[in-house]
T-cell receptor, first 118, second 109 residues
Framework: DAGVIQSPRHEVTEMGQEVTLRCKPISGHNSLFWYRQTMMRGLELLIYFNNNVPIDDSGMPEDRFSAKMPNASFSTLKIQPSEPRDSAVYFCASSLALAGISGANVLTFGAGSRLTVL | GQNIDQPTEMTATEGAIVQINCTYQTSGFNGLFWYQQHAGEAPTFLSY??LDGLEEKGRFSSFLSRSKGYSYLLLKELQMKDSASYLC??????????WGAGTKLIIKP
């Protein structure tokens, strides 16, 4: 398997522009997570999906952020309009969450999308 | 609130042993994870502990004490390639991962 695939790897944009980040999870995984990482705040969970359904989006900073998972092999994270404070590395991760199995839900991360908003 | 504490930075010498500590206070506990993250790369899974005791995996070992809310990651025979950040994360009562800020480990020759 090629692992979790994210695109673009790097994005530089100007404040106010729309940004779309893409993720292809590992085939067979049923959970998908979007994280943001900065030096100041570390890893922050933005949203996660289970079987393509959004379960918890409480980490989404504000209405400018939205995420979709139209099918089991594709997800997008959109920021509109983007602001300089959105500059960060955005990671997508996937896992196979097994009902009834405690906790051992190992995440496989993509390489990340480094976003710079000028 | 939920909290994970680990040292910000540690320095060790090639060939030596280093122990990275992690203490946690979470609402419920369903296991503790250690991830390694090299600079500019994604975190990768190292270990998982759900029962008290030591789990050994090659040069790396991870220990857990649930009663003390404490874990450590032990790295033996340090190599330069072990220079990375090490992230501690706890699965809480809702199976959500609570992440520590990470410990940056610097290995010197």
């Amino acid at each position: 398997d090629a692992g979790v695939i994210q695109s673009p790897r790097h994005e530089v944009t100007e404040m106010g522009q729309e940004v779309t980040l893409r993720c292809k999870p590992i085939s067979g995984h049923n959970s998908l997570f979007w994280y943001r990482q900065t030096m100041m705040r570390g890893l922050e969970l933005l949203i996660y999906f289970n079987n393509n359904v959004p379960i918890d989006d409480s980490g989404m900073p504000e209405d400018r952020f939205s995420a979709k998972m139209p099918n089991a092999s594709f997800s997008t994270l959109k920021i509109q309009p983007s602001e300089p404070r959105d500059s960060a590395v955005y990671f997508c991760a996937s896992s196979l969450a097994l009902a009834g199995i405690s906790g051992a839900n190992v995440l496989t991360f993509g390489a990340g999308s480094r976003l710079t908003v000028l | 609130g939920q909290n994970i504490d680990q040292p910000t930075e540690m320095t060790a010498t090639e060939g030596a042993i280093v122990q990275i500590n992690c203490t946690y206070q979470t609402s419920g506990f369903n296991g503790l994870f250690w991830y390694q993250q090299h600079a500019g790369e994604a975190p990768t899974f190292l270990s998982y502990n759900v029962l008290d005791g030591l789990e050994e995996k090659g040069r790396f070992s991870s220990f857990l004490s649930r009663s003390k809310g404490y874990s450590y990651l032990l790295l033996k025979e340090l190599q330069m390639k072990d220079s990375a950040s090490y992230l501690c994360a706890v699965s809480d009562s809702n199976y959500q991962l609570i992440w520590g800020a990470g410990t940056k480990l610097i290995i010197k020759p």
